[in-house]
């Protein structure tokens, strides 16, 4: 007797709650997109733009050799585990991110030049402009086939209003995602908010009902997990257990986080729910991208580690001096230094998010496998406000198109938007121009 696959929409409903499930064997098999249409059922692609200000400290960021043979750089040393999986693509350029006759404002344009390719228009008032970014290009294409058309967050608050870069608008330092050109699309900071919109909590009474008697949300579609169960091989209902596992955990980790001191900060309050420590709150962010994907509940994530000319400090890592006011480093070898400790910082948060992608087993590979994480800076040198031959990084095989393992230096001035051409292509949403393009960046398949 014929079984029909179960659906991969399949959902756990309970009382103001939804669960998404990761695959399962049962929904029938996953292949690679590069498969092919014979192939039986293709694994979803994802991609990820996750973005950290400031530029670098290049001389310790960029490998010195090219091809496969590559050493990795000081600053790059945490992905060692998952070097094979990642592409360190040097050489490419946010035009759109220099002055071109605006003047000072080089951290608002970094950031949002990034996944636009325009120059953003130069204000402090509501009359904002810049572009639809990649991510929302996607997006929009992809809108029908996830319950979220994408996800947007990032660890550091931001205003979207006020002026906060030499005439810019504070919108411009802390929005990555933009829907349209005037439509920028604020990040989610609060990660209890970002599961809750992953996982609905229902109307505000439901939400409140659930908090009263301290349930987690596994705990209103119990008996839908029972009823599943009873459908499911030993190997599903052992990913089903990692998989509501993951999530209990976090739902832990954030009903905690609310409970530690909040520190002071005089310039605004911290929302609730936000981890007192910063890498405690990335890496719940990442977690949470993690279950995005694993579930399919998004396909597009853009993620802001902190916002352009961020002043964060970094006691915990021996670095209690400013972001910015370091990336300003006058070529002063100490200051150097202390850069080079948060660059590495940083990129040991990217290793923590490619491991657990790795992890998870998905069809015939793992979910890294089905997935492109774009990772970097609009601005290259801090001190000068360098917007060419960026620190920019690509993860994982993007179902099979993406050879990792390389280091490529393209010619200079290559717009970065080609990259994202490349991305999109591998999404299945033809794009001929976005921004500045002009092509699709070659060489990421090998």
């Known amino acids: ?99 071109n006759g605006d003047g000072g404002g080089d951290h608002a344009r970094a950031l949002t030049a990034f996944l636009t390719g325009v120059q953003p228009h130069k204000t402090e008032g509501a009359n904002i402009r810049a572009a639809i970014t990649a991510d ?70 439901q939400r409140a009902q659930r908090d009263d008697v301290r349930k987690s949300v596994l705990d209103f579609v119990r008996e839908d997990t029972g009823d ?62 993690v279950l995005a994907f ?5 396909r597009v994530c853009t993620f802001v580690l902190s916002n352009e000319a961020s002043n964060k400090t970094y006691p915990f890592i021996d670095v209690p001096e400013m972001h910015h006011e370091l990336s300003h480093h006058d070529r002063n070898p100490a200051k150097l230094a202390k850069l080079s400790t948060v660059n590495k910082f940083h990129v040991s948060q990217l290793a923590y998010l490619l491991t657990r992608l790795q992890a998870i087993k998905e069809g015939d590979g793992t979910l890294l496998d089905h997935c492109m994480i774009a990772y970097g800076s609009g601005n290259s040198d801090g001190n000068a406000h360098n917007h060419d031959d960026l620190p920019i990084l690509l993860a994982g095989k993007g179902c099979g198109t993406i050879k990792g393992g390389r280091h490529i230096r393209y010619r200079k001035e290559t717009p970065l938007n080609n990259l994202w051409v490349a991305m999109l292509d591998r999404m299945k949403v033809d794009v001929q121009k976005l921004g500045d393009s002009t092509g699709s960046l070659p060489g990421l398949s090998g």
Not at 232 to 242: A, S, T, V
Not at 294 to 298: K, L, R, T, Y
């Open 136 to 205: 929302q290009v996607a997006a929009a294409r992809l809108a029908d086939e996830t319950l979220l058309p994408s996800l947007e967050i990032g660890c550091e608050a931001g205003n979207m209003a006020g002026g906060c870069d030499a005439g810019y608008s504070c919108v411009y330092v802390s929005t990555m995602a933009w829907r349209s050109a005037t439509q920028p699309l604020p990040k989610e900071v609060n990660p209890k908010q970002v599961f809750e919109r992953l996982f609905g909590a229902g109307a505000d009474g």
């Open 228 to 289: 599943l169960r009873r459908q499911l091989g030993i190997g599903d209902q052992r990913k089903l257990d990692e998989y509501f596992s993951a999530v209990r955990d976090i739902e832990q980790r954030i009903a905690r986080a609310e409970k530690m001191p909040v520190p002071k900060a005089p310039d605004m309050a911290k929302p609730a729910g936000i981890p007192a420590s910063y890498p405690e709150h990335l890496r719940l962010m990442c977690d949470l991208m």
């Open 1 to 99: 007797m014929t079984t029909k696959p179960m659906s991969r929409r399949t959902v756990l409903r309970g009382i103001g709650a939804a669960i998404s499930l990761p695959w399962l064997e049962a929904m029938g098999p996953l292949t690679n997109w590069a498969a092919g249409a014979g192939a039986a059922k293709a694994a979803p692609n994802r991609m990820a733009f996750l973005y950290v200000p400031n530029g670098k400290n290049m001389a310790e960021w960029t490998p010195k050799t090219e091809g496969g043979d590559f050493e990795l750089s000081p600053i790059l040393q945490p992905l060692a585990p998952v070097r094979d999986d990642v592409l360190v693509l040097t050489g490419l350029t946010a035009d759109m991110a220099r002055p």
């Open 294 to 298: 694993q579930a399919d509940i998004a």
